[in-house]
């Protein structure tokens, strides 16, 4: 939805029939509908069932007062004169919910009667056709309607949302005019921040992609918020998201928006939340559907009047949303999801625009939304968006759904498993990487995908767990293997006499520049994106996106950067390692007692320093990082950093405590980095080597060197924290003695070797 000028506004027929037409329950009981290649076949098959004259896809639009309607038909027979509105399903029509059917109609009526307006008729069938994928048969319900009757139904839906309609606009002009005359909310810019700022604002006048290396400590939050938001109007921007990889990176953003609030307190700015829906449940133990939950219950009757509650309040943060939801008696994270549509800044995770189904991406292209989209700590986004298009698949599971298995689906959840155990015998190795996913095991993993659909579909009380996990992994492997090409591995691993199968995402570029097309503007930001060519090339950056590498606010003599080239870290030398690193460490605290954190490559490692540190040191205070630490046991690891304190506290590099944690002052003056990060060596991790050499020539670099250094350069990011802060790293190796090495290290870091 989207405003056409400021006296008008736009809204497709789908949202409009939303908004207006939706009641009863919140039910989301797992029901398995037709997949979207299905869908679109439905509409495909209905059509050629229909004369030569059938029109398909009718674009249509209509004006009532302020308010521009505009949508397309599924289909129109002129010669009938019936306007259809086709819906394909799976399972037993008489099955599904009464709101949804009322939904269907409501969107019907609307195309009836522009379809009247634009061809001048005096009256029109409207038509609902459900189409059952698995039987192919049609199921048409048919109305003989007046051309009054709909323009009658159309005012009533338009009536219904035209002051909501109307409010946003009021909205929207009030925002862009206090978003205009918005000042910084700080006296002045930090020392680097106004250059990231500047670099912000002329990526969204061009309408081009930013990379933004950018140190830690300028203030970048507020540094890439404050300048879209003054482009808002000028840019003519709907929506600002605000996507971080960690709650501590959305709880910045949420405490700039409220710096920014107050510095104008004029400005109107809804900002949202969003949450996990494990976080937000009030009832985690009951299902979502009205006969289980008592905010499902009733949920669209009630939801207007929390929508509007929502609407008047400047911040939505999860408490905030929480209160309102509990107060009209709704789910509060379906209320979120519905905030989505009218908040100005969307503040969460990066799955909701970058992932598969992606809840925030989707909006973006139904309502032709103009978005900016901020990525924090874009650093993690290679890592993070090859687990979004990879999927895997464990034998043992197949193996106990075939213990018990409902008749219907024993003769395909064993012809699965003979395709899958003959693919295991043809292998020697634990590892095994293919150039293609066999096609005898896919197309018995199709077959089991349509069967348990259907069965679902017929039995939807006999939702066994294990069944429906075993799907959902299925459909979204089935899924990924559509689009299998260069960017992907697929791969099985045999341990302990099963196996997994993977569709193994290494290149996520594919999948991720769509995403970048639909943005009026993406910027990535993070103190660690060099060198810009690994990110544009893996992450599938547009041409013409630009690139800056913001001024360290920070010099060479707050920090000493030591290169300790005359230990090797290396697995074969780690025992030989030991000594000379216990002994540098302790040197270095006896010379200067604070809070040091030493980082290394694994536990075991860890494990060997430590433990040799404290039987020749006992004097000097050591905490250790273990593994499965949880929230609190890592809130209270780092609470133990104060400015009074002192010791040595040992971490893994890349885990926990080597990015993310702000420990300013004499919380942290010095850190040990005993490792370059490389990633494990192992039969995975050569096959991305091999892959990345393939396309971009730069296997070893792409795969090892560049992941490796970015967790170096973060964990020493963890000691100069403020512009006043001072401190001390130990690059150890002889590896960082390589000149290539060390020039990808931050360039305002003096080395001394």
Not at 354 to 368: E, K, Q, R, S, W
Not at 537 to 565: C, I, K, R, Y
Request: charged share 20%.
């Amino acid at each position: 939805m989207s405003t056409t000028s400021p006296a008008s506004y736009s809204v497709a027929v789908r949202a409009l029939c939303e908004f207006t037409a939706k009641q009863g329950d919140l039910d989301l009981r797992f029901t398995p509908s037709p997949t979207a290649e299905q869908g679109m076949a439905g509409h495909a098959t209905v059509a050629l069932r229909r004369s030569s004259s059938y029109q398909r896809e009718v674009k249509l639009e209509g004006q009532h007062g302020s308010l521009h309607v505009r949508g397309r038909a599924d289909g129109y027979d002129p010669v009938l004169r019936q306007v259809e509105e086709i819906k394909t399903y799976l399972g037993d029509l008489h099955a599904m919910p009464d709101n949804h059917r009322h939904l269907h109609w409501a969107q019907a009526k609307v195309y009836g009667h522009l379809l009247c307006q634009k061809l001048g008729l005096q009256k029109i069938s409207v038509a609902l056709v459900y189409f059952n994928i698995q039987s192919q048969k049609e199921t048409v319900l048919q109305q003989e309607l007046s051309a009054a009757e709909l323009a009658d139904f159309f005012a009533l839906l338009c009536g219904r949302f035209i002051a909501w309609a109307e409010q946003e606009v009021v909205h929207r002009t009030e925002r862009d005019l206090a978003l205009a005359d918005m000042v910084f909310p700080h006296t002045t810019f930090r020392p680097g921040q106004r250059q990231l700022a500047e670099a912000m604002y002329k990526a969204s006048k061009r309408g081009c992609c930013l990379l933004a290396q950018a140190p830690t400590g300028i203030g970048k939050t507020i540094g890439s918020l404050f300048p879209l938001l003054k482009a808002t109007a000028e840019h003519k921007l709907d929506k600002i998201f605000y996507l971080a990889a960690k709650t501590s990176g959305r709880q910045l953003a949420l405490h700039a928006l409220g710096n920014i609030q107050n510095s104008t307190p004029n400005l109107g700015l809804r900002t949202l939340e969003l949450v996990a829906k494990t976080k937000a449940c009030e009832y985690p133990e009951a299902a979502c559907h009205g006969d289980a939950c008592p905010l499902a219950k009733g949920f669209y009757d009630r939801l207007p009047a929390a929508r509007a509650a929502a609407a008047e309040q400047q911040l939505l943060d999860k408490e905030g949303l929480r209160s309102i939801a509990l107060t009209h008696q709704v789910c509060p994270y379906y209320l979120g999801i519905e905030m989505a549509r009218w908040a100005d800044v969307i503040i969460g995770d990066y799955n909701y625009y970058f992932d598969l189904y992606a809840l925030l991406h989707g909006l973006t292209i139904v309502n032709n939304w103009r978005v900016a989209v901020l990525v924090d700590e874009a650093h993690n986004m290679v890592t993070r968006a090859r687990q979004m298009y990879s999927a895997e698949l464990q034998r043992d599971s197949l193996k106990r759904l075939r213990k018990t298995p409902p008749p219907a689906l024993k003769k395909t959840l064993d012809s699965l498993y003979r395709a899958w155990l003959q693919l295991e015998k043809e292998q020697d190795a634990d590892y095994q990487p293919h150039a293609e996913i066999p096609e005898k095991l896919l197309n018995a993993l199709t077959r089991l995908c349509t069967e348990i659909g259907l069965y679902f579909a017929d039995n939807p009380s006999q939702l066994a767990p294990d069944l429906q996990q075993f799907y959902l992994d299925a459909l979204l492997f089935n899924r990924l293997a559509e689009s299998f090409a260069d960017h992907s591995i697929f791969d099985v691993s045999k341990a302990h006499g099963t196996s997994t199968l993977c569709i193994r995402n290494i290149v996520p570029a594919a999948f991720l520049t769509p995403r970048f097309a639909a943005s009026h503007t993406t910027a990535l930001f993070s103190a660690t994106l060099s060198p810009w060519n690994y990110y544009c090339d893996t992450l599938g950056m547009p041409e013409g996106t630009a690139w800056v590498d913001v001024e360290s606010p920070f010099s060479a003599d707050q920090l000493q950067v030591h290169v300790v080239n005359s230990v090797s870290t290396r697995y074969a030398d780690r025992a030989r390692s030991v000594a000379p690193i216990v002994a540098l460490m302790a040197r270095q605290y006896h010379a200067q007692p604070g809070n040091y954190l030493a980082f290394f490559s694994s536990f075991d490692y860890l494990e060997q320093v430590s433990s040799s540190f404290i039987n020749a040191h006992p004097d000097i205070p050591v905490r250790l990082q273990t593994r499965r630490m949880n929230e609190a046991d890592r809130e209270n690891f780092l609470a133990q950093f104060t400015e009074d304190s002192q010791g040595i506290a040992f971490a893994v590099l890349g885990g926990s405590f080597g990015e993310g944690i702000d420990l300013p002052g004499a919380r942290l003056i010095g850190a040990f980095i005993a490792t370059l990060g490389l990633p494990q060596l192992n039969p995975i991790n050569e096959q991305i080597k091999l892959r990345m050499d393939k396309i971009f020539g730069s296997g070893y670099d792409y795969a090892y060197l560049y992941p490796g250094l970015q967790k170096v350069v973060q964990a020493a990011g963890r000691v100069i924290r403020q512009t006043d802060d001072r401190g001390v790293v130990y690059l150890i190796d002889d590896r960082f003695g390589r000149g290539d090495v060390r020039a990808l290290l931050p360039g305002w870091w003096d080395c001394k070797l």
